[in-house]
């Protein structure tokens, strides 16, 4: 269906994400945003896999959210491009580049569970890209609800600076609505509705110091952001809430202040106020700093904003298959119009690509355009070299965006097609699949043949494989789930390599001195051009023996694992200006990097998982017993209502299996959360041990 833009208000536009710990119920909150904005007329439930937004059979059939799913919706005159997140850690890259493209977001906490490990992570991504963020304190109809106890995590585990602008009208079975702070009224909503109308009543007697004392507190956290309301508290007067709606919305936009709000999306209750929250206290397009980039050729910075006018700039953070047009390309515009059939750059590529169609999602759906401006989030189809995290802008005034990050993967998976015919269908999904999702790999081993492919999870793992038999009817063999080491280095070692040699008539010659010392944990790899000022070696030759240091990380020197947290340092170059060669200088690279790598003193490294283990209190004592039999660090242990959190960091390889062990354990009841936290070097015993079983000796 093709339909036109309408007006382009760039002030009511909010571009937002709805992200949460899995379990928390986000994407059932956005089920009654779309309900209540009309985009739907029946709410779905996620358990019975009626959902909108959790489209792909995997996510029906299980009950969670695997991949983030876009939509357009209209509340009060204001468009909202929603995207809704996945939960579930393995699929946290969704989350990371969602985030990194969006304005505002709606962090949804289970009220009985609170502050999450998800939730952590997701904070930090939040923080990390700088986006004004309001809390739905979600499920305070369950039994264990605990508003209170939620906000204090926040400001205690999150070092939020927080304060709800609305509090729960009772909790458990008991809550039938919220008390509205800023207007100090009762917002009640019926069962039989489905939420749709909203009663508003004064609030009761028994209910109006606890009102009253919430409401002061709000006040006296706000009043650094406005000088009138300052004032005015300071002078016990009556503050207009204009002035509380101003100072909110620049606290939030500001990151200094996040407002908290309560509901429980199941029931339909409080997600109104939250529609209105977005729209009063999270930001539009313009309100926020210019976007920073740099010129492809020149490496100066350049800003841009969202003003039709300007050069177009927008960034592709998102890449997904399409049945009926082939593949789309999300993208969110930060400057000028992007029109069907115009032609822009991608700077990485160095290759023009051209829109053949705009699009405005709804999950799976699509509603065509012919154009639209900066600020606006749409897919495209016809991007045929755009990868996630790409630039795509204009050829004549070009710019490059910083680039997206993502987490290595920590397990990997040996995979064979069970028929030979299967063998192309196999690589052509698993090629898709790294093209949609930079958390998954795929290599062949090139000493056993074998087809390894990576993730971050056994879960990730089985959606890969189930997708493949379902989107490409490809049948494989799996092994059993391994353990992806690293490798890195322990001190500083320089080398120096010469390739001087005739292939045929074609003389190759390049010398190459790098530096290689380790990097702090967590940073990666970095590799600094520090040639002297005078040398005068092209761009192109430079480029080469940066990309040949990036291709030789992939495998180290004890066991041939990707290389970690390390420091390359390009000190020198020889070359002879006749017989320039790519091909020698990257021949030269490697040989050097071999060098110093082999003799910095390489380790293995091991990935260990932050895990939150819940389980009854009479289970406790069985289940740190276990954990610690698999060589995990406790933490701490932490109360809830639903049980006992015990906290512990832990080796993956100890933890294969664990879902059975600690059902065994706890009848059932029990349950765990488990995520990447570091890298660490493995222990001496277990390094010898893996590599006599890896090599034999």
């Known amino acids: ?397 070009p710019i490059v965006f910083e680039e997206m990050m993502f987490p290595v993967p920590v397990i990997f998976v040996a995979v064979e097609p069970k028929t030979k015919a299967e063998e192309e269908k196999m690589f052509r999904s698993l090629k898709q699949f790294s093209i949609e999702d930079p958390t998954f790999h795929y290599k062949e081993d090139p000493e056993t043949g074998q087809i390894i492919i990576s993730g971050m999870g056994e879960l990730h793992l089985d959606i890969i494989l189930d997708r493949m038999r379902r989107e490409y009817d490809v049948e494989v063999n799996a092994g059993k789930p391994q353990v992806a080491y690293r490798e890195t280095i322990t001190k500083t070692s320089k080398a120096h390599a010469i390739l001087d040699r005739y292939v045929g008539e074609k003389k190759l010659y390049a010398e190459v001195i790098l530096k290689v010392e380790p990097g702090q944990v967590g940073t990666g790899v970095i590799i600094n051009d520090r040639l002297p000022s005078d040398c005068n070696l092209p761009q192109p030759y430079r480029d080469a023996i940066v990309a040949e240091c990036k291709s030789s990380m992939e495998n180290g020197a004890i066991a041939g694992y990707p290389l970690l947290d390390l420091i390359v340092n390009i000190l020198d170059v020889t070359f002879d200006e006749y017989h320039l060669s790519e091909v020698a200088f990257s021949m030269a690279t490697s040989q050097a990097f071999i060098q110093a790598v082999r003799t910095a003193d390489p380790v293995i490294l091991e990935p260990v998982m932050k895990i939150d283990v819940i389980v009854p209190e009479n289970n406790l004592g069985d289940v740190i017993g276990d954990l610690v039999s698999r060589t995990a660090e406790i933490q701490g242990i932490d109360h809830r209502s639903d049980g006992e959190v015990i906290l512990a960091i832990v080796p993956l390889d100890h933890m294969f299996g664990y879902t059975t062990i600690l059902r065994s354990l706890t009848r059932g009841l029990g349950f765990f959360v488990m995520q990447f936290s570091h890298y660490r070097r493995l222990p001496k015993a277990k390094e010898e041990k893996l590599l006599f079983r890896i090599k034999g000796f």
């Open 1 to 397: 269906m093709k339909i036109d833009n309408c007006k382009f208000d760039l002030s009511r536009i909010r571009n937002i994400g709805i992200a949460a710990h899995i379990d928390a119920g986000k994407t059932t909150t956005t089920e009654g945003f779309l309900y209540y904005a009309g985009k739907i007329h029946r709410i779905g439930k996620v358990d019975d896999g009626t959902a909108q937004m959790d489209w792909m059979d995997q996510e029906k059939e299980r009950g969670i959210t695997i991949t983030a799913a876009a939509t357009t919706l209209y509340w009060k005159d204001y468009t909202f491009n929603l995207i809704d997140t996945p939960g579930h850690v393995d699929f946290t890259v969704e989350v990371e580049r969602s985030l990194r493209v969006l304005d505002g977001a709606v962090i949804v906490l289970c009220s009985v569970g609170g502050v999450e490990p998800q939730t952590e992570t997701i904070w930090r991504q939040v923080n990390n890209y700088k986006v004004p963020r309001v809390v739905f304190v979600n499920k305070m109809d369950r039994t264990g609800a605990d508003f209170k106890h939620a906000v204090t995590m926040l400001q205690e585990k999150l070092k939020a600076k927080c304060a709800p602008i609305n509090i729960p009208w009772g909790e458990e079975d008991k809550f039938c609505g919220v008390i509205d702070l800023l207007n100090m009224r009762v917002l009640r909503w019926s069962d039989e509705d489905q939420g749709s109308e909203v009663e508003v009543l004064p609030i009761p007697d028994e209910l109006s110091n606890e009102a009253i004392d919430a409401r002061e507190n709000l006040l006296e956290m706000l009043a650094e952001y406005d000088d009138e309301l300052l004032k005015l508290f300071l002078d016990n007067s009556e503050i207009p809430i204009e002035s509380i709606k101003r100072a909110i919305r620049k606290g939030t936009i500001e990151h200094g202040f996040v407002p908290v709000l309560a509901g429980s999306a199941l029931k339909h209750k409080g997600i109104q106020p939250l529609l209105d929250a977005v729209v009063d206290f999270l930001p539009s397009p313009e309100e926020l700093p210019p976007v920073i980039g740099i010129h492809p050729k020149t490496g100066m910075q350049i800003s841009r904003i969202p003003d039709p006018k300007k050069p177009m700039s927008a960034l592709a953070f998102k890449v997904a298959t399409d049945k009926y047009v082939d593949r789309l390309t999300y993208l969110r515009i930060y400057s000028g119009t992007i029109k069907v059939g115009g032609q822009y750059l991608n700077p990485r590529t160095r290759r023009k690509e051209r829109i053949q169609k705009i699009f405005r999602m709804h999950s799976n759906k699509r509603d065509e355009i012919r154009s639209t401006y900066g600020g606006d989030v749409v897919a495209v189809a016809g991007l045929r070299t755009v990868s996630t995290g790409d630039t795509l802008c204009d050829p004549n005034k």
